[in-house]
């Protein structure tokens, strides 16, 4: 069964830094855009960062800069670096895939249990 793992998450003072992983597990037969979003307190989950299979990323204006999602094809795990941290990044942070499994049809979208990110002083 597929699933999503997230990990790194923790308190960080602003301008630190912090690395997050995503690892995937189960039969997988091939992986395509893999990401990050987050959902901070009292407001809608949102867009972090997220890489197609080719390398093409999509950032959150508001993380530019800042904040630098990579991933691994041959592990299928991606990562977010995130660097100069602001308190305003407090948020779960949640691991999105798009997965087609091994023994499946076609892809879906998994996510990760989330993990909390906690920014201040």
């Known amino acids: 069964q597929v699933q999503l793992v997230e990990s790194g998450g923790g308190v960080v003072q602003p301008g630190g830094s912090l690395g997050l992983s995503c690892a995937t597990s189960g039969r997988i037969f091939s992986v395509d855009a893999m990401g990050w979003y987050r959902q901070a307190p009292g407001k809608q989950r949102a867009l972090v960062a997220t890489?197609?299979?080719?390398?093409?990323?999509t950032y959150a204006d508001s993380v530019k800069g800042r904040l630098t999602v990579s991933r691994d094809n041959a592990k299928n795990t991606v990562y977010l670096q995130m660097n100069s941290l602001k308190p305003e990044d407090t948020a779960v942070y949640y691991c999105?895939?798009?997965?087609?499994?091994?023994?499946?049809?076609?892809?879906?979208?998994?996510w990760g249990q989330g993990t909390l990110v906690t920014v201040s002083s």
């Open positions: 999105n895939a798009d997965i087609f499994p091994f023994n499946g049809f076609g892809y879906r979208d998994y």
């Open positions: 890489m197609t299979v080719d390398g093409s990323t």
